[in-house]
């Protein structure tokens, strides 16, 4: 990310910041990759590191299961939760939809504000499928809306706030196990957004003003790395505000992204999915399908070809518009398709001839593609389709 400066910082860095009584600032770095890559210097009124306090807290069910035999898999994630979410909210009401050693793929529906949250196994990137609301953070505060990208860095404290007058936020928490940053084709040497990538730091909403608070013996949840790579939780109780902060700066930070404002790239004949990715980590890529102009080939065929990515399990979920590739197929907005290596995946037959001789397509998804096979979660066992797999045939054998 590109440098910012909020609030209150020392003219250089590792050196003393008082307040008015003469009160010293405690400097904290916020770094990745052992001191290698982004950080930011942030400048707290009370000790950062003090806790009075530290219990274990019960994840929800994390149980995966193989997704075997071996099917393609629609998902019905707005029949996960059958209220408006008044008493949910967005870090503790997750349920566990997709998951491996590299990513896990949740779905929340929450009108309630969350404890303060920090994940510490990785850097989380929440797509806001509905309702707004704000984000306070260690950094300062984040309004979202609907369509955002929320990218939270690992172990920022953080907690959600939704805006009730807005309905419920539905969100799609894509967690990792390392850092989410956009493609490394997307930049220059130094890190800036180049002029063939769909966005600019423009479009990257950062926090402006600190987000100062007050309090003593304040809860935080941390989901963290436990013992063969579990995922674990722990509640620590922190003894003064986490968000103290009274200045920072730095290149690591949370932002928002909005899918609007993503540019898509298309071609006399249909591109590959890559021009469609807006984010990338360790083992996965993101990817926004916006409304766009298809293909001008006079023989084009707009819809996708049926592809075998055999290095890839595909998970996309459809946000808005009609996304004419799955007509036929059972598929609605708030659906979640599983497409795995191993099985070739691509348009309803009927959608095919359907496509032709269109101008445009007004859709709006995003996929997740991941490198090692997904595994089930609770959430996808309890949400799934049992006709899917056996659409494009239109029967079932056995």
Same mark, same amino acid.
């Given at each position: 990310?590109?440098?910012?400066?909020?609030? $209150?910082?020392?003219?250089?860095?590792? /050196?003393?910041?008082?307040? #008015?009584?003469? !009160?010293?600032?405690?400097?904290?770095?916020?770094? #990745?990759?052992?001191?290698?890559?982004?950080?930011?210097?942030?400048?707290?009124?009370?000790?950062?590191?003090?806790?009075?306090?530290?219990? *274990?807290?019960?994840?929800?069910?994390?149980?995966?299961?193989?997704?075997?035999?071996?099917?393609?898999?629609?998902?019905?994630?707005?029949?996960?939760?059958?209220?408006?979410?008044?008493?949910?909210?967005?870090?503790?009401?997750?349920?566990? +939809?997709?998951?491996?050693?590299?990513?896990?793929?949740?779905?929340?529906?929450?009108?309630?504000?969350?404890?303060?949250?920090?994940?510490? /196994?990785?850097?989380?990137?929440?797509?806001?499928?509905?309702?707004?609301?704000?984000?306070?953070? *260690?950094?300062?505060?984040?309004?979202?809306?609907?369509?955002?990208?929320?990218?939270?860095?690992? &172990?920022? /404290?953080?907690?959600?706030?939704?805006?009730?007058?807005?309905?419920?936020?539905?969100?799609?928490?894509?967690?990792?196990? @390392?850092?989410?940053?956009?493609?490394?084709? %997307?930049?220059?040497? %130094? @890190?800036?957004?180049?002029?063939? &990538?769909?966005?600019?730091?423009?479009?990257?909403?950062?926090?402006?003003? +600190?987000?100062?608070?007050?309090? #003593?013996?304040?809860?935080?949840?941390?989901?963290?790395?436990?013992?063969?790579?579990?995922?674990? @939780?722990?509640?620590? *109780?922190?003894? /003064?505000?986490?968000?103290?902060?009274?200045?920072?700066?730095?290149?690591? %930070?949370?932002?928002?992204?909005?899918?609007?404002?993503?540019?898509?790239?298309?071609?006399?004949?249909?591109?590959?999915?890559?021009?469609?990715?807006?984010?990338?980590?360790?083992?996965?890529?993101?990817?926004?399908? +916006?409304?766009?102009?298809?293909? %001008?080939?006079?023989?084009?065929?707009?819809?996708?070809?049926?592809?075998?990515?055999?290095?890839?399990?595909? *998970?996309?979920?459809?946000?808005?518009?009609?996304?004419?590739?799955?007509?036929?197929?059972?598929?609605?907005?708030?659906?979640?398709?599983?497409?795995?290596?191993?099985? !070739?995946?691509?348009?309803?037959? =009927?959608?095919?001839? &359907?496509?032709?001789?269109?101008? =445009?397509?007004?859709?709006?998804?995003?996929? +997740?593609?991941?490198?090692?096979?997904? $595994?089930?979660?609770?959430?996808?066992?309890? !949400? #799934?389709?049992?006709?899917?797999?056996?659409?494009?045939?239109?029967?079932?054998?056995?």
């Amino acid at each position: 990310m590109h440098y910012r400066q909020v609030g $209150e910082v020392p003219r250089h860095r590792h /050196t003393q910041l008082r307040d #008015e009584t003469g !009160a010293l600032r405690y400097e904290e770095l916020m770094g #990745e990759e052992g001191f290698s890559s982004d950080s930011s210097l942030l400048y707290h009124r009370g000790v950062p590191s003090a806790i009075v306090a530290s219990e *274990v807290w019960e994840l929800p069910d994390q149980s995966l299961v193989a997704n075997h035999p071996l099917r393609p898999r629609h998902l019905r994630l707005h029949d996960l939760f059958s209220g408006d979410g008044a008493d949910l909210d967005a870090v503790t009401g997750r349920r566990l +939809v997709l998951g491996n050693a590299d990513v896990r793929l949740s779905y929340a529906v929450a009108a309630a504000t969350s404890p303060y949250y920090r994940n510490a /196994t990785g850097d989380e990137c929440v797509f806001v499928e509905a309702g707004a609301g704000v984000v306070e953070t *260690v950094f300062g505060v984040l309004a979202y809306r609907a369509g955002d990208f929320v990218v939270v860095p690992r &172990a920022t /404290t953080h907690r959600w706030v939704p805006d009730g007058s807005a309905g419920p936020s539905r969100l799609w928490a894509i967690e990792g196990n @390392g850092h989410v940053a956009p493609p490394k084709r %997307y930049l220059s040497r %130094y @890190g800036q957004l180049l002029e063939h &990538a769909p966005y600019c730091e423009r479009d990257l909403v950062g926090p402006t003003a +600190v987000h100062l608070r007050e309090g #003593e013996d304040v809860e935080v949840l941390v989901k963290h790395r436990g013992s063969g790579g579990a995922v674990v @939780g722990s509640r620590l *109780v922190h003894a /003064t505000h986490p968000c103290d902060v009274v200045g920072w700066d730095g290149c690591l %930070y949370p932002f928002t992204f909005n899918v609007e404002d993503f540019m898509p790239i298309t071609g006399k004949v249909h591109q590959p999915p890559p021009v469609h990715q807006v984010f990338e980590g360790p083992g996965f890529v993101v990817c926004a399908f +916006v409304p766009r102009k298809v293909d %001008y080939h006079p023989l084009a065929v707009p819809v996708p070809y049926y592809h075998s990515n055999v290095d890839s399990d595909e *998970v996309m979920l459809y946000v808005a518009g009609d996304y004419e590739a799955r007509k036929g197929s059972g598929i609605a907005i708030g659906s979640v398709t599983l497409h795995p290596g191993g099985h !070739a995946h691509g348009p309803q037959p =009927a959608a095919i001839e &359907a496509s032709l001789g269109a101008e =445009a397509f007004d859709e709006t998804a995003v996929m +997740v593609d991941t490198f090692r096979p997904l $595994e089930l979660g609770e959430g996808a066992r309890a !949400a #799934e389709d049992p006709a899917y797999p056996w659409s494009w045939a239109g029967r079932r054998l056995r």
